[in-house]
């Protein structure tokens, strides 16, 4: 059983900072592409970054030059590094792992979720 561990979400003023960790089975940030998603309420979910096994790291254009995705050294952790928040980025955070090779760009294409943490910026 594959379990992502998402941590670090909470609440911050429009500007400030916060940083997400999820924690994932090595083998899992060795072999694959990592993501993370969010949700805002009423919202559907949608992908925020992608962090392939090599090559650069993709955003959405909502959060490009304020939010980096990153992992360990080791790769049993995934980060994402908020800055400049804004209170559009309000939403439970969830980060996610294909069992294809690739990011796909679409939460379908994900099999493996965390239990999400929430972000609350104002």
């Known amino acids: 059983h594959v379990q992502l561990v998402e941590s670090g979400g909470g609440s911050a003023l429009a500007g400030g900072s916060l940083r997400l960790s999820c924690a994932a089975p090595?083998?899992?940030?060795?072999?694959?592409?990592m993501a993370w998603f969010r949700q805002a309420p009423g919202r559907s979910r949608e992908g925020v970054a992608w962090?392939?096994?090599?090559?650069?790291?993709s955003y959405a254009d909502s959060v490009k030059g304020r939010f980096t995705i990153a992992r360990d050294e080791a790769r049993t952790t995934v980060y994402l590094q908020m800055n400049t928040l804004k209170p559009e980025d309000t939403g439970t955070y969830y980060c996610?792992?294909?069992?294809?090779?690739?990011?796909?760009?679409?939460?379908?294409?994900?099999?493996?979720w965390g239990q999400g943490t929430q972000v609350t910026v104002s």
């Open positions: 996610a792992a294909p069992t294809v090779y690739g990011c796909p760009a679409h939460q379908s294409g994900y099999t493996y």
């Open positions: 090595q083998n899992m940030l060795n072999n694959y592409c």
């Open positions: 962090i392939p096994i090599v090559g650069p790291a």
